[in-house]
């Protein structure tokens, strides 16, 4: 089946190291979104690729960067990670155009030690 | 900016029940709004899609329905059962020019009791 898949599904990293989460998927769908969820929050968008074009939400701290280096893959890095980092991190993705659904991977749940 | 509302925050019913959740929106110039299931520590699972054009649509026993003018979606589950216990999300999509913009509510969370 066609899908979202994110890894690792648990990271665990040191206050300040950095750490990069992965996701993929084989939908072929142009855009890619990244979103943070706290415990019994709504996910909050940090930032979204249309194609290769990144587009960053204003109040997404510079800490967080991505990478698409195709279509297929996108990883999201956090510098120097703090104890307010520590969250659900949820990629999607979806066709361009209005009116498309999401479709979300499993998630990765970063720990910050 | 829009604002999605969800109502009520918990809600907790004994098995066998209907029950309606409820999603409302600030700004109704929407594509369409999405209804997810998200249970502890995983990602979302999607439920539900309504086009901005639709006024419902149904899955089993799911109906979701759509009242773009007013800003609101219900969801109804009917009969429900303990394995429906988890949190549901609507979020809508709004245009944006460098792809679909997506808003969230902060979720209902469900329990079923047995």
């Known amino acids: 089946d066609a899908m979202v898949i994110q890894n690792p599904r648990y990271q665990v990293t040191q206050f300040g190291k950095p750490v990069t989460l992965s996701c993929s998927q084989t939908?072929?769908?142009?855009?890619m979104y990244w979103y943070q969820q706290k415990s019994s929050q709504a996910p909050k968008l940090l930032f979204h690729?249309?194609?290769?074009?990144?587009?960053n939400e204003a109040d997404t701290p510079d800490n967080f960067q991505s990478r698409r280096p195709n279509t297929s893959f996108c990883f999201l890095d956090i510098r120097s990670p703090g104890l307010g980092d520590a969250a659900m991190y949820l990629c999607?993705?979806?066709?361009?155009?209005?009116?498309?659904?999401?479709?979300f991977g499993d998630g990765t749940r970063l720990s910050i030690l | 900016k829009q604002e999605v509302t969800q109502i009520p925050a918990a809600l907790s019913v004994p098995e066998g029940e209907n029950l309606v959740l409820n999603c409302s929106f600030t700004?109704?110039?929407?594509?369409?709004l999405q209804w997810f299931r998200q249970d502890p520590g995983k990602g979302l699972t999607s439920l539900l899609l309504?086009?901005?054009?639709?006024r419902e649509q149904t899955s089993g026993r799911l109906n979701a329905s759509l009242d773009k003018s007013s800003g609101r979606s219900t969801l109804y589950i009917a009969a429900s059962q303990p394995g429906d216990s988890a949190t549901y999300l609507c979020?809508?999509?709004?245009?944006?020019?460098?792809?679909?913009?997506?808003?969230f509510g902060t979720g209902t969370s469900l329990t079923v009791i047995p």
């Open positions: 309504i086009q901005s054009s639709q």
């Open positions: 700004d109704s110039a929407i594509y369409n």
């Open positions: 979020a809508v999509c709004s245009a944006a020019n460098t792809g679909n913009q997506f808003y």
């Open positions: 999607a993705t979806s066709r361009a155009g209005g009116g498309q659904p999401q479709h």
């Open positions: 939908l072929n769908h142009n855009v």
């Open positions: 690729y249309y194609d290769k074009d990144f587009n």
